[in-house]
Each structure stands twice: as structure tokens, then as C-alpha cells.
């Protein structure tokens, strides 16, 4: 019975978005609530004979079903209509209720879900893919190649000095953070800064950090009474960087995770905590446009290059345990934690447990962040206005003592 409901509330929310859209476009739909509701039914039951008859059953039934949706779609095709998305919607149900009568409930309900949404963004993924350019379009293909068809052929070896250099991984590395960067791209393309500055300054810390600290200082100075919005945003894109060592460590070794996920929230709350203080202290929410430089969607050299900066580090470390120590680790992640968090936090999380001890790849990982965060603050005091200055101070000061906690504790 649980199942039976379930499928009639998936046939009835399918049903009411397909009515509601075909009612709103004053087009007369193939198929409402109730057809739905009885596509998905029909599929739940036919799931019932494919047990208790045959299988070929099923298959005719779902053939028959096939035939009535063609049918429809040439009738309306004839007319002009050459939208198939309510016929291919009406199969999906049919598989939907089917799903439902063995028990595979959440599943179906996820798709649902999937499927409503995207029914409802008709409009907006128009809307998107008019606004693709030819050259962001062949970076998402290029994108596509390089995951799909280069990298899975890399070889999962390991070779080279200390036997830590592997291809297979490195190249997962170049398409994580590539990814990351399509990502951040994609958001700043279409959602930019006219959602408002705190939106601004996280979009802008998946892409870079230290690029969004560089412009929103000079903009502070461009203009004294938007300092206090400018470190906002400067401060919003720090805690992104945050996060990103969390995902880092998540994704390269969950082992470090478990241990550094107290510490560096801790670290995230404080950042994210100061920025929301400051954002809430102002009344009024300044949206002004300043362009974040994006890059391209795809820099596949700058790619490779981080790929390359990834293996030295690596090597760095590798080198600096074997000879120099606890002492050589700590002082080679703050060294590249100056220019990079992302490729000293990967680089240390594919070597604790392994070549490092958990607690020295803890710190090396939190001295890598503190080192960031001085290189942006020192940034935006240096280039920023001040009135921004005294912002920085207080947001970086409470970050820079959380930072500070965290490692006395570790």
C-alpha cells in the first residue's frame, strides 16, 4: 500500500507540473494529473504482471504504452509542435511506477524529483544555453575528452624518486581541480555579482581567492564607501578557501579528514562567523557590478601547470621528511602555502599515513592555510583602502586566532 501511494504521488506531481505548463502556454497538453497518474499506476501494475504472468506481458504493456505516446507525438508534430519532453515524460513515469511497485522508493523519488525540475526550468536552461558561447562550449567538450576518454588510459603506476609519482593520479588531481574551476566559472557567468555581494565573494572563491581579494581592494579604493562590502566578499571567498582544503582532504584521504575535520571547521566557523557579522552589521546590502576575472572555463595549460606545481610539491615534501625532518615538512608547506592551498593540501593528503605521520600532515595542512590566509590579508591591506583595512584586521584577526587554536590543540 505504501508503494501504491507512493506511486500515485509521483503520477500526481508530474501530472500537475505538465497541466500547469501546458495551461500556462496555452497549449493543449498530451497528457495532465490524471494521465499521469494513470501512466505511473499503469507501470506499478505491469511491474505486478511481469511476476505473476510473464515477462513478455511487461514488455507488451510497456510496448503499448511506447506506441500511444508515438502516436500522440505525431500528432502533435504534424501541428508544429515538434517538443517531445511530456511524451518522453510519460515513459519515464511508466518506468517510475514500476520502480515503486519493487520497492525502489527512494530512487524513484529522486528521479522525480530530477525530472520535475528540470520540466520547470524550461525557461532558464534556454535561457543558459543561449548564452553559451562557441569557446566555452569547446572547453566543456575538451573537459569531457580529457575525463573520459585521456584520463581513464593513464597508467596506475607509481615510479620515479621515492616511488610516489603516479599518472593515473595525478591526472585525477589536474581534472578535480580543472572541474572545480568550470564550476566556479559556470556560477560567476550567469549568477556574477548582481545576487549581491556575499554571493560575489563565495562564487568568487571557487575560482580564486586571492584573485577576488586583488580586485575588490583596488575596487575599495576606486571607491572609500564600498570598503566595507568589498571586505565582505574578500572575506566570503577566504572561507571558501576553507572549505576547499576540507573537500581536498575528504576526497584524498578520508583518514586525514576524520582528523583535521574539527579543526579546520572550527577555522571555517570563525571565518564564515566574522563575515556574516559584518554583512548583517551593514543595513544596507550594496550590489554593484565588478568583474571577478573568470579566465576561461578550461585553462588546460594552467591545468598541466598545476599539475607540474603538484608533483614538485610532492617531491618537496617527500624529500623534506627523508631529510630534513619534521622541521623541513612545516617550513615546505608554508612555503607553498604562499602561492597555492589547493596543490600542498593534495600533496599532503596522498602522503599522510603513508610517508607522513597524521599529526605532522595535520599541521603541514594548517600552517599551508594560515600561510594563504596572510598572503590575502597582506593584499588587502596593502592594496586595498582604509577603511578596508580595519575590516580585514578584525575578519583575518579572528580567522588568524581560530587558525592559531586549532594548531596549539593539534
Same mark, same amino acid.
Given at each position: 500500500?505504501?508503494?501504491?501511494?507512493?506511486?500515485?504521488?509521483?503520477?500526481?506531481?508530474?501530472?500537475m507540473?505538465?497541466?500547469?505548463?501546458?495551461?500556462?502556454? /496555452? $497549449?493543449?497538453?498530451?497528457?495532465?494529473?490524471?494521465?499521469?497518474?494513470?501512466?505511473?499506476?499503469?507501470?506499478?501494475?505491469?511491474?505486478?504482471?511481469y511476476y505473476?504472468?510473464?515477462?513478455?506481458?511487461?514488455?507488451g504493456? #510497456?510496448?503499448?504504452?511506447?506506441?500511444?505516446?508515438?502516436?500522440?507525438?505525431?500528432?502533435t508534430?504534424? /501541428?508544429?509542435? +515538434?517538443?517531445?519532453?511530456?511524451?518522453?515524460?510519460?515513459l *519515464?513515469?511508466f518506468?517510475l511506477?514500476?520502480?515503486?511497485?519493487?520497492?525502489?522508493?527512494? #530512487?524513484?523519488?529522486?528521479?522525480?524529483?530530477?525530472?520535475? &525540475?528540470?520540466?520547470?526550468a524550461?525557461?532558464?536552461?534556454?535561457?543558459i544555453?543561449?548564452?553559451?558561447?562557441?569557446?566555452?562550449?569547446y572547453?566543456?567538450?575538451?573537459? &569531457?575528452?580529457?575525463?573520459?576518454l585521456?584520463?581513464?588510459?593513464?597508467?596506475?603506476?607509481?615510479?620515479?624518486?621515492?616511488d610516489?609519482?603516479?599518472?593515473?593520479?595525478i591526472?585525477? $588531481?589536474?581534472?578535480?581541480?580543472?572541474g572545480?574551476?568550470?564550476i566556479g566559472?559556470?556560477?560567476?557567468k550567469?549568477?556574477?555579482? /548582481?545576487?549581491?555581494? #556575499?554571493l560575489?565573494?563565495i +562564487?568568487?572563491?571557487? *575560482?580564486?581567492?586571492?584573485?577576488?581579494?586583488? &580586485?575588490?581592494?583596488?575596487k575599495? /579604493?576606486?571607491?572609500?564607501? %564600498?570598503?566595507?562590502?568589498?571586505?565582505?566578499?574578500?572575506?566570503?571567498?577566504?572561507?571558501?578557501?576553507i572549505?576547499? &582544503?576540507l @573537500?581536498?582532504?575528504?576526497?584524498?584521504?578520508k583518514?586525514?579528514?576524520?582528523?583535521?575535520?574539527?579543526?579546520?571547521?572550527?577555522?571555517f566557523s570563525?571565518?564564515?562567523?566574522?563575515? %556574516?557579522?559584518?554583512?548583517?552589521?551593514?543595513?544596507?546590502?550594496?550590489v554593484?557590478?565588478?568583474?571577478?576575472?573568470?579566465?576561461?572555463? #578550461? !585553462?588546460?595549460?594552467g591545468a598541466?601547470?598545476?599539475?607540474?606545481?603538484?608533483? $614538485?610539491?610532492?617531491?618537496?615534501?617527500?624529500y623534506?621528511?627523508?631529510?630534513?625532518?619534521?622541521?623541513? @615538512?612545516?617550513?615546505?608547506?608554508?612555503?607553498?602555502?604562499l602561492? !597555492? +592551498?589547493?596543490?600542498?593540501?593534495?600533496? $599532503?593528503?596522498?602522503?599522510?599515513?603513508?610517508?607522513l605521520?597524521?599529526?605532522?600532515?595535520?599541521?603541514?595542512?594548517?600552517?599551508?592555510?594560515?600561510?594563504?590566509?596572510?598572503?590575502?590579508?597582506?593584499?588587502?591591506?596593502?592594496?586595498?583602502?582604509?577603511?578596508l583595512?580595519?575590516d580585514?584586521?578584525?575578519?583575518?584577526?579572528?580567522?588568524?586566532?581560530?587558525?592559531?587554536?586549532?594548531?596549539?590543540?593539534?
Open positions: 500500500m505504501i508503494r501504491l501511494l507512493v506511486a500515485i504521488g509521483i503520477g500526481a506531481i508530474i501530472g507540473q505538465r497541466e500547469h505548463a501546458a495551461l500556462a502556454e /496555452k $497549449v493543449p497538453g498530451f497528457a495532465g494529473i490524471r494521465t499521469f497518474i494513470f501512466v505511473v499506476l499503469l507501470g506499478f501494475m505491469a511491474g505486478l504482471t505473476l504472468l510473464s515477462p513478455l506481458v511487461y514488455f504493456i #510497456l510496448l503499448s504504452v511506447a506506441i500511444v505516446t508515438g502516436v500522440s507525438y505525431w500528432i508534430a504534424s /501541428k508544429g509542435d +515538434i517538443g517531445a519532453t511530456t511524451e518522453f515524460t510519460a *519515464i513515469g518506468v511506477g514500476t520502480m515503486a511497485f519493487l520497492g525502489i522508493v527512494e #530512487l524513484s523519488l529522486m528521479i522525480t524529483v530530477l525530472v520535475v &525540475v528540470l520540466l520547470s524550461k525557461i532558464k536552461l534556454h535561457f544555453v543561449g548564452e553559451i558561447t562557441t569557446d566555452e562550449l572547453d566543456f567538450i575538451r573537459f &569531457v575528452v580529457l575525463a573520459l585521456i584520463f581513464p588510459f593513464l597508467p596506475d603506476e607509481t615510479f620515479g624518486p621515492y610516489i609519482l603516479n599518472p593515473r593520479e591526472g585525477w $588531481v589536474i581534472i578535480l581541480t580543472s572545480l574551476g568550470l566559472y559556470i556560477l560567476m550567469f549568477l556574477g555579482t /548582481k545576487k549581491g555581494i #556575499l560575489s565573494g +562564487i568568487g572563491g571557487l *575560482i580564486s581567492s586571492t584573485a577576488v581579494t586583488w &580586485v575588490f581592494a583596488k575599495s /579604493k576606486e571607491s572609500e564607501a %564600498l570598503s566595507h562590502s568589498c571586505a565582505i566578499a574578500i572575506l566570503a571567498a577566504s572561507s571558501i578557501m572549505i576547499r &582544503v @573537500i581536498w582532504t575528504f576526497i584524498f584521504n583518514s586525514l579528514f576524520d582528523e583535521l575535520f574539527f579543526l579546520i571547521f572550527l577555522v570563525a571565518a564564515i562567523g566574522i563575515t %556574516l557579522f559584518l554583512y548583517f552589521s551593514k543595513g544596507k546590502k550594496e554593484f557590478e565588478t568583474e571577478i576575472p573568470k579566465g576561461k572555463p #578550461l !585553462d588546460l595549460v598541466l601547470v598545476f599539475g607540474l606545481i603538484y608533483t $614538485v610539491i610532492l617531491l618537496v615534501v617527500s623534506a621528511n627523508e631529510n630534513l625532518g619534521e622541521r623541513g @615538512i612545516l617550513i615546505s608547506s608554508a612555503v607553498a602555502g602561492s !597555492d +592551498i589547493d596543490a600542498i593540501t593534495i600533496s $599532503v593528503s596522498k602522503l599522510a599515513g603513508i610517508r605521520d597524521f599529526s605532522i600532515a595535520s599541521i603541514a595542512v594548517l600552517i599551508a592555510t594560515i600561510s594563504n590566509t596572510l598572503v590575502k590579508m597582506g593584499i588587502g591591506i596593502w592594496a586595498g583602502s582604509p577603511t583595512r580595519k580585514l584586521y578584525l575578519g583575518y584577526g579572528v580567522i588568524f586566532i581560530a587558525a592559531v587554536i586549532a594548531l596549539v590543540f593539534l
